[in-house]
């Protein structure tokens, strides 16, 4: 899985993202500042960017977190996100899923992005489902 895009570099851990933007007409519409890219995940530019604090090797750090990449949702990420409590929690837990993140780091970036920006996150993963089954509930 890939996790959050700082500043045009994917984070260490983690596989380059092809960038180039493929159009294909059997897949959902995006929302604005989202694109596919030819690996099949959709890279979204966030419109207010994200200040994310660490510390390595004793060294405190900010990163600007300007995009992420989300990733079609597997068993286990489906799994976690049925499993979670409540609308909102399981909203969070296909985001964590499908970018790729976790623990604290996840909790900070989600904790501190905008409110439009997590609302086209969440449109975006939800494109990765089948029609009317966005968070588990049925209507």
Known sequence: MNAPIVNGATTPA???VTSASVARPD???LPE???YQADGSVKV???YPVE???VVNGTPQTEQVGS???NRLKGRGITEMLNAEGEGNRIRAMLEASAGMTGPKADALLG?????DFLTLSQVASTFLKRGAKTGQSS
Do not use: F, Y
Request: glycine share 8%; net charge negative; aromatic share 0%.
């Open 33 to 35: 500042g989202a694109e």
């Open 112 to 116: 501190e992005m905008d409110g439009e």
């Open 68 to 70: 992420i990449v989300l």
């Open 27 to 29: 897949r959902p519409k």
């Open 52 to 54: 994310q604090k660490s």
């Open 14 to 16: 983690t596989a380059s």
């Open 45 to 47: 530019t966030l419109l």
